[in-house]
C-alpha cells in the first residue's frame, strides 16, 4: 500500500503530476491538497480506471492534517511559478512562506513520509523543510529530497536531439549535479550513457551546458506570461516519485540524481564535501535509494577540467541559496 501526496495539487505542475501518480499502478491513494479547486481535481481523476483511490482536500476542516495523515510520500510543487523577468530567486519570498507552513504540517501529520520538494528555488525551499523538521524534532536527512529530476531529464533529451535520435532519449543517462538554478546545475556530460559525437567541440559542449542550465527560460518565453515549465516538470517529478516509490517497496540499485543534506549517508556525504573541497550542507549528487529513503550518496566521478570549472562556479551560488533558506527560517515564527 502506498500513499501519494500532491501538495499544490489543483497548479499548472500539481494537476499533470497527480494524473500520472493517479496511472502509476503502485500508488493505492492519492491525496490531494491545495488552497483552491481540489475537489474537482480529485473527483475527475477518481474516474480513471487505476487502482488509487483519490481524494482532494481544501484547507477548511483541517484538511491539511486530513490529507497528510499515512502519507508515505508527500511532493510539494505549491507555490508561484516564475514570470518573464523574474529569476528563480525573486520567487524566493512568496514560495518560502507557502513551504514553511506546508512542511510544518508534514512535520505534524506525517513525520516519517518521503518529502519531495519541487517549488522553488530548490536550492532554498530544502533547507526550508530541513530547519522546519528540525525545530520539530522530526528531522530525518535520509528522506527529504530537492526535485532536480527535470536537469536530467533536459539532458537526456537535448544529447538525443545532438545525436540525431529522439528514440534513445528515454535510455540516456546524464548525471546532473549541485543544485537547481542557473550555475548551480551542473551536467556531466562527459559521464552521458551515449557519447556526445566528435563534431561536438567546446564550443558547442558549453552551449548545451548553457541549454540545459537555463532550460526553464525556454519555457517562460514561449509561454509569454502564462507561466513556466508544468508538463515537463510534472513528468519529472512522477519518475522521481516512482523512483523513491519503487525503492520505498524494495528494490535495490535506483541511483539518481537529487538535492539532499549531506549527513543522509555521514560517510558518502564526507566523501563527497572533499572531492567538493568544500563544507557545504546539501548538494545535489547522484544518490541511491532504499527502503529508508538516501542509501548512500555517490562520488562525481571523474571530472574534465571544464566540469571541474563548473563545480566551482556553482558552490559560492549554492552556499548563499542554502543561506537564503536556513535564514528565513530563523527569522520565522514557527
Ligand atoms: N523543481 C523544478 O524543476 C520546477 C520546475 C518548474 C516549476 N517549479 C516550481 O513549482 C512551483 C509551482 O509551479 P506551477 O507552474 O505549478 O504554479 P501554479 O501557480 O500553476 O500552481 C501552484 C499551485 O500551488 C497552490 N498553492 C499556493 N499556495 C498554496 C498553499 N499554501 N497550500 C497549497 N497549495 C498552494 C496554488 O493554488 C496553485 O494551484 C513554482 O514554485 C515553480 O517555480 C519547479
Do not use: C, W
Request: aromatic share 6%; glycine share 10%; net charge neutral.
Amino acid at each position: 500500500m502506498v500513499k501519494a501526496v500532491v501538495l499544490g495539487a489543483a497548479g499548472g505542475i500539481g494537476q499533470p503530476l497527480a494524473l500520472l501518480l493517479k496511472a502509476n499502478p503502485l500508488v493505492t491513494e492519492l491525496g490531494l491538497y491545495d488552497i483552491v479547486n481540489t475537489p474537482g481535481v480529485a473527483a475527475d481523476l477518481s474516474h480513471i480506471s487505476t487502482p488509487a483511490k483519490v481524494v482532494g482536500h481544501l484547507p477548511p476542516d483541517d484538511g491539511l492534517a486530513k490529507v497528510l495523515t499515512g502519507a508515505d510520500v508527500v511532493v510539494i510543487p505549491a507555490g508561484v511559478p516564475r514570470k518573464p523577468g523574474m529569476t528563480r530567486d525573486d520567487l524566493f519570498k512568496i514560495n518560502a512562506g507557502i513551504i514553511r507552513d506546508l512542511a510544518t504540517g508534514v512535520a505534524k501529520y506525517a513525520p516519517n513520509a518521503f518529502v519531495l520538494v519541487i517549488s522553488n528555488p530548490v536550492n532554498s525551499t530544502v533547507p526550508i523543510v530541513t530547519e522546519v523538521f528540525k525545530q520539530h524534532g522530526v528531522f530525518n536527512p535520509k528522506r527529504i529530497f530537492g526535485v532536480t529530476t527535470l536537469d536530467v531529464v533536459r539532458a537526456s533529451t537535448f544529447v538525443a536531439e545532438i545525436v540525431g535520435d529522439l528514440s534513445k532519449a528515454p535510455s540516456i543517462k546524464v548525471p546532473v549535479v549541485g543544485g537547481h538554478s542557473g550555475v548551480t546545475i551542473v551536467p556531466l556530460l562527459s559521464q552521458s550513457s551515449t557519447p556526445l559525437p566528435s563534431s561536438v567541440d567546446q564550443g558547442a559542449l558549453e552551449k548545451l551546458t548553457y541549454r540545459i542550465q537555463y532550460g526553464g527560460d525556454e519555457v517562460v518565453k514561449a509561454k509569454d506570461g502564462a507561466g513556466s515549465a508544468t508538463l515537463s516538470m510534472a513528468y519529472a517529478g512522477a519518475d522521481f516519485a516512482n523512483s523513491v516509490i519503487k525503492a520505498l517497496k524494495g528494490e535495490s540499485g535506483i541511483v539518481v540524481p537529487t538535492f539532499v543534506h549531506l549527513t543522509a549517508d555521514a560517510a558518502g556525504g564526507e566523501a563527497l564535501k572533499k572531492e567538493l573541497g568544500k563544507e557545504l550542507d546539501f548538494f545535489s549528487a547522484p544518490v541511491e535509494l532504499g527502503p529508508d529513503g538516501v542509501k548512500s550518496i555517490k562520488s562525481l566521478g571523474k571530472l574534465t577540467d571544464y566540469e571541474k570549472k563548473l563545480v566551482e562556479a556553482a558552490i559560492p551560488e549554492l552556499e548563499t541559496n542554502i543561506e537564503k533558506g536556513i535564514t528565513f527560517i530563523a527569522g520565522s515564527k514557527l
